[in-house]
């Protein structure tokens, strides 16, 4: 072996070391905080809007990118990739999740039932499966509420969906 063989051979050995010493970076860490309604949306396609509150924390001291993880969030059978960077620290955000009857209508009933259903936010490394956090999340709908006031009927809805109601007022009894 030549000289230069052997020089090449000490700076492999050498950069080989660096690269098992280089830090590898931390999996962030992940604590659901809760989820609302943002609405119905009716155009293009009917579709029930949520946002799903995630608080991250972040221990390495550079800018993470979630989808280096392959993170993602599961409400039911729906699954949301997330495209974002956590900076270092701690960093609160809301996820928007949009089910529409084609794709989640199953998730939706389950959402409305007092059953609910699984909200996830998973992801996975060389190694290893990540779950960050499992939670339960229901919105269950409650019948509208019939108030008489002198000869008013004032009717309520305790629900946090809009409901429309139309046609003619029969009292019975």
């Given amino acids: 072996m030549g000289p230069l ?4 051979g000490l700076l492999l ?3 080989l070391a660096l690269a098992a010493c280089a830090p590898r970076p931390l999996p962030p ?5 809760g989820a609302e309604i943002r609405g ?3 155009s293009p396609e009917p579709a029930l809007l949520l946002a799903v ?3 991250f924390k972040n221990p390495n001291p550079f800018p993470l990118p979630l989808a280096s993880f392959g993170a993602r969030l599961r409400v039911g059978e729906v699954r949301v ?10 960093k609160e955000a809301s996820l928007p999740v949009r089910l529409t009857p084609k794709e989640a209508l199953a998730t939706a009933l389950a959402l409305l039932s007092r059953e609910g259903a699984e909200v996830a936010l998973e992801g996975r490394t060389l190694s290893q499966d990540l779950t960050f956090f499992k939670a ?10 019939v108030r008489r006031a002198g000869v008013n009927l004032f009717l309520e809805n305790p629900n946090p969906i809009p409901f429309r ?4 007022l029969v009292l019975l009894g």
């Fill in 165 to 168: 109601a139309e046609g003619t």
């Fill in 81 to 90: 990739p997330l495209d974002l960077t956590l900076p270092p620290g701690e």
């Fill in 29 to 33: 860490e992940a604590r659901y905080l």
């Fill in 40 to 42: 119905l949306e009716l």
């Fill in 5 to 8: 063989a052997r020089g090449l």
């Fill in 53 to 55: 509150r995630v608080a």
């Fill in 13 to 15: 050995l050498g950069l």
């Fill in 136 to 145: 339960r999340l229901a919105f269950p709908l409650e019948p509208v509420r």
